[in-house]
Structure formats: structure tokens, C-alpha cells
């Protein structure tokens, strides 16, 4: 038997590749059209413009669907090892699967209204994302540690949890004031070393007094952004353990 088909461990590899897929297929084609730049463009910016958005649209779209299975399986998991072991507050279970399924359902929020066209409700959706993904892991990386030594190993645990610390330290830059442009001028950054690059990218204006805010947004986004897809790749191990099955229970009516 093949590791990927051994209980529901194919369900979070599937996740971890194609969110991963989907940032950077749409990066690429807006690389590829000259719609983002080169260095440090937001996330958000490589899926604003078609025909990037509708890939980016239409894969995040089924990032999310596996996204709320997966984090449903874990939900289940964690509540069946609770009903014998009793080391995890339901409570808590709940509150984790709650936060986990707002995270994906505003990934498509931020999908569906595009940066160019619906700006408001876009970064409502994008920071809605952020907020409760953020607290998903940390809450599961506490979860973790409760079910310790019945669910994951002492070292995922650890994993887990030095991924929520990183997460929750890039969160707030990533947050930092944008400034909206329809193209930053982020390649006059190499102008800055050598005239080379000012006469590859013909380009003479020069870098904004914000491009130091820019930089740390836009990397603490795609740092906060991976480290959900890392945060998933240490639910395989977990998820060879178990399985889930649908019951169909007929009732008679009177």
C-alpha cells in the first residue's frame, strides 16, 4: 500500500499542493504578462487582472472546498479521540472547525471580488482570511499539544506550533498601509545597484519613501500565506490514522 492512499492522508497533500499551485501558477502568469513585478508584489496583485484572476478565481474556489474538508476531517479526528481520551475540550474542537471554515469561505470572498474592481470588500475578505487563519493554527497548535501523546508526536507538535508563532509575527506587517498603484516601480530597485538594470527595464522613476512598508507587507503576506499550506503538510502523519464514513439513516413518517 502506497503512503498517499493509507486512510485520509491524501485529502491535506491534495490541499498543500494545489494552494501552493494556485499561488504560484498565478504568480507566474502575471509575471509572464508583466501585470505584477518581479520582486515582492502582493498576493493579492497577482490575481487582479484576467486571465490570472479567473485561474486564481477557479483554484482558490477548490483550495477552499479542500480546505473545509480538511480541516472537517480534523475536526471529527480530534472529537473521536476526545470521546475516549477526553484531553480535548469540545469546546475548543468547535471553536477551531468555526475559525477554520470562516478562513476558507473568505478565501473566496477575496477570490470573487478582485482587487482592481471591488476594493473594499476585497481586503474586508482578505483580512478576514488572515485574522482567522492566523488564530486556526494557533488554536490547532494548542489542540495538539492537549492530545499529546494520544494524536501527533512531540515533534509535530513543536512544528505546529513554531509555524503559528511565525504566522502571528507576519501577520501584522502584512497589514501595514498599502499603497494602491496599478504597477509599482519595485524593479528600480535594481537601479539603485547597477545602470544595467535601469537600461533593461527603462524605467527613471524612482523608489517611493514607502517602498520599505511595501517590502515588509508584501513578504509577510506570502510568509503568512505558506505557512497555512505548512501548517496542513503536518496533518499527514495524523491523517493515516483514521478514516470517515457517511451513515444514511432512513426515518418513517407517521
Known amino acids: 500500500m502506497f503512503w498517499f492512499t493509507?486512510?485520509?492522508?491524501?485529502?491535506?497533500?491534495?490541499?498543500?499542493?494545489?494552494?501552493?499551485?494556485?499561488?504560484?501558477?498565478?504568480?507566474?502568469?502575471?509575471?509572464?504578462?508583466?501585470d505584477v513585478d518581479v520582486l515582492f508584489?502582493?498576493?493579492?496583485?497577482?490575481g487582479a487582472n484576467p486571465p490570472?484572476?479567473?485561474?486564481?478565481?477557479?483554484?482558490?474556489?477548490?483550495?477552499?472546498?479542500?480546505?473545509i474538508a480538511t480541516i472537517y476531517a480534523r475536526y471529527k479526528f480530534v472529537e473521536k479521540l476526545s470521546e475516549e481520551t477526553r484531553v480535548?475540550?469540545?469546546?475548543?474542537?468547535?471553536?477551531?472547525?468555526?475559525?477554520?471554515?470562516?478562513?476558507?469561505?473568505?478565501m473566496c470572498i477575496v477570490a470573487t471580488f478582485q482587487e482592481t474592481t471591488v476594493t473594499e470588500v476585497h481586503d474586508l475578505g482578505a483580512?478576514?482570511?488572515f485574522v482567522s487563519g492566523v488564530l486556526y493554527i494557533v488554536v490547532q497548535s494548542v489542540v495538539s499539544y492537549h492530545a499529546y501523546p494520544y494524536g501527533s508526536?512531540?515533534?509535530?507538535?513543536?512544528?505546529?506550533?513554531?509555524?503559528?508563532?511565525?504566522?502571528?509575527?507576519?501577520?501584522?506587517?502584512?497589514?501595514?498601509?498599502?499603497?494602491?498603484e496599478k504597477k509599482r516601480k519595485v524593479e528600480m530597485l535594481w537601479f539603485l545597484l547597477c545602470e544595467h538594470a535601469r537600461r533593461a527595464f527603462n524605467q527613471d522613476a524612482?523608489?517611493?519613501?514607502?517602498?520599505?512598508?511595501?517590502?515588509?507587507?508584501?513578504?509577510?503576506?506570502?510568509?503568512?500565506?505558506?505557512?497555512?499550506?505548512?501548517?496542513?503538510?503536518?496533518?499527514?502523519?495524523?491523517?493515516?490514522?483514521?478514516?470517515?464514513?457517511?451513515?444514511?439513516?432512513?426515518?418513517e413518517l407517521s
Not at 491534495?14 to 499561488?23: A, E, H, K, P, Y
Not at 517602498?211 to 495524523?238: G, Q
Open 6 to 34: 493509507q486512510g485520509l492522508c491524501s485529502l491535506p497533500v491534495f490541499l498543500v499542493i494545489w494552494s501552493s499551485s494556485t499561488f504560484i501558477i498565478s504568480y507566474l502568469i502575471a509575471i509572464f504578462r508583466h
Open 88 to 106: 480535548v475540550s469540545p469546546r475548543l474542537n468547535k471553536a477551531a472547525l468555526v475559525l477554520g471554515v470562516v478562513s476558507c469561505l473568505s
Open 206 to 251: 524612482t523608489l517611493g519613501s514607502d517602498y520599505p512598508f511595501h517590502v515588509a507587507s508584501a513578504v509577510c503576506e506570502w510568509v503568512v500565506a505558506f505557512s497555512f499550506v505548512c501548517f496542513f503538510l503536518t496533518y499527514i502523519d495524523d491523517f493515516k490514522m483514521f478514516t470517515l464514513r457517511v451513515k444514511t439513516e432512513f426515518e
Open 153 to 180: 508526536s512531540a515533534g509535530v507538535c513543536r512544528a505546529r506550533l513554531g509555524i503559528a508563532v511565525v504566522a502571528a509575527l507576519a501577520f501584522f506587517p502584512s497589514i501595514l498601509p498599502k499603497k494602491k
Open 52 to 67: 490570472e484572476s479567473c485561474i486564481f478565481g477557479l483554484m482558490t474556489f477548490i483550495s477552499s472546498g479542500a480546505g
Open 127 to 129: 483580512l478576514l482570511f
Open 41 to 46: 508584489p502582493y498576493i493579492s496583485d497577482t
